[in-house]
Antibody, heavy 115, light 110 residues
Framework: QVQLVQSGAEVKKPGSSVKVSCKAS????????ISWVRQAPGQGLEWMGR????????NYAQKFQGRVTITADKSTSTAYMELSSLRSEDTAVYYC????????WGQGTLVTVSS | QSALTQPASVSGSPGQSITISCTGTSSDVGSYNLVSWYQQHPGKAPKLMIYEGSKRPSGVSNRFSGSKSGNTASLTISGLQAEDEADYYC??????????FGTGTKVTVL
């Protein structure tokens, strides 16, 4: 059974960047995909992108192209999502989720963007 | 990629059946049998309920079932129970290794 543990809440200024981590245990990290999904307050789920750690290949939703970078460190079984040029609309809970379909989820990381 | 369209809310009495629709396009729902459904209770992470259109993960009640016709996928909850009250989201593969979620449906048990 895969467990995903995410880093803690962040408060960021507009224009800055945030990097959220997602550490996996159980299963074989390199063999499954890790997706990042966000949820703004009171809003729905939004897929941002995913990575296949064994290949190091990431794919992104068009909306986030150029502003999000998803990476993975196989040595520590940890995936990362970095979002740049933050604005207030990026305030949301960010989740990592593994597999195809998304069968295991992290606990979520609240990122607040405020001046 | 535009979000898949779901009704904002659906309600039913205990024991009844309800169906949630998820309408996409021929570029996502209509092209692949890769629709999944997620249940989300307030303040919690989503939980996978249905994958590949109609398959249930181990541990998910058989009261949940999925289907697809053309560009529209559906989730049916039979024998509605109080614990089913939650938000539900569909998700489809959209080509080029991308996914798209639905707008979400709030299920209320009357």
């Amino acid at each position: 059974q895969v467990q995903l543990v995410q880093s803690g809440a962040e408060v960021k200024k507009p224009g800055s960047s945030v990097k959220v981590s997602c550490k996996a245990s159980g299963g074989t990290f390199s063999s499954y995909t890790i997706s990042w999904v966000r949820q703004a307050p009171g809003q729905g789920l939004e897929w941002m992108g995913r990575i296949i750690p064994i290949l190091g290949i990431a794919n992104y939703a068009q909306k986030f192209q150029g502003r999000v970078t998803i990476t993975a460190d196989k040595s520590t079984s940890t995936a990362y999502m970095e979002l740049s040029s933050l604005r207030s609309e990026d305030t949301a809970v960010y989740y990592c989720a593994s597999g195809k379909p998304l069968d295991y989820w992290g606990q979520g990381t609240l990122v607040t963007v405020s001046s | 990629q535009s979000a898949l369209t779901q009704p904002a809310s659906v309600s039913g009495s205990p024991g009844q059946s309800i169906t949630i629709s998820c309408t996409g396009t021929s570029s996502d729902v209509g092209s692949y049998n890769l629709v999944s459904w997620y249940q989300q209770h307030p303040g919690k992470a989503p939980k996978l309920m249905i994958y590949e259109g109609s398959k249930r993960p181990s541990g998910v009640s058989n009261r949940f079932s999925g289907s697809k016709s053309g560009n529209t996928a559906s989730l049916t909850i039979s024998g509605l129970q109080a614990e089913d009250e939650a938000d539900y989201y569909c998700c489809s593969y959209a080509g080029s290794s991308t996914l798209v979620f639905g707008t979400g449906t709030k299920v209320t048990v009357l």
